[in-house]
Structures are given as C-alpha cells and as structure tokens.
C-alpha cells in the first residue's frame, strides 16, 4: 500500500528555519520522483519542489528557489524539504507526492494528509 506521511509542521517565528519531513512506504524513492506543494488558505496548490528518482536531481519553483532546499535519504525512505529564513507568506498547508516516473514530469499520483506549517511572531 503506497503512503507518504508528512511531518515537521508547525508555528515558527519569521526568519527560523524548518524541515519537513516526507515518510514514504510502498515503494521505494529509487523508483519515483517526489514533489512537494503548498496550499496556502483560500489559494490554489502551489508545486515548490522536486527530486528525481533518478540520480536526486532537484527542482525548485522560482518563487523558493533561494530559501528551499529538497533532498532525500533512499536507505531511510524519506525526502526533506528544508525551507530557511520563513515568511508569513510561507503559512500553508505542506504535501509530499509520489510521482508516477522516474523523473520529475510534473504528473503525481499519491498525495500525503499534509503537515501545517504557520509562521508568524
């Protein structure tokens, strides 16, 4: 059974730092790319980040490029999103998703419960 199972959300105070973590299970991150959005209240879905399957090359949106960081730890099944210096604008709700290829098409096909994250002093 495939899962993904986000966690590291929570209150922060503007200009901390915060990981995220993306537990997977059903399958192995060797085999899918993983993509990270955000939802913030009242908006649309926003796609921030990728890692492929293939060699862990990452991706980022233009809007986090500078402050997010995604890696994973295959022996762990686990991608991280570390996202530095947090705004307000940062409030959201976080999900990991499976990719459904090896690389990151853009196509994702099982989604994680989500982790929120709040920032704010």
């Known amino acids: 059974q495939v899962q993904l199972l986000e966690s590291g959300g929570g209150l922060v105070r503007p200009g901390r730092s915060l990981r995220l973590s993306c537990a997977v299970s059903?399958?192995?991150?060797?085999?899918?790319?993983i993509g990270w959005f955000r939802q913030a209240p009242g908006q649309e879905r926003e796609w921030v980040s990728c890692?492929?399957?293939?060699?862990?090359?990452?991706w980022y949106s233009d809007s986090v490029k500078d402050r997010f960081s995604i890696w994973r730890d295959v022996a762990k099944n686990t991608v991280y999103l570390w996202i530095n210096s947090l705004e307000p604008e940062d409030t959201a709700v976080y999900f990991c998703?499976?990719?459904?290829?090896?690389?990151?098409?853009?196509?994702?096909?099982?989604w994680g419960q989500g982790t929120q994250v709040t920032v704010s002093s």
């Open positions: 998703a499976r990719g459904e290829l090896l690389y990151c098409s853009g196509t994702y096909d099982y």
């Open positions: 059903g399958f192995t991150l060797d085999r899918h790319s």
């Open positions: 890692v492929s399957a293939t060699d862990g090359s990452t």
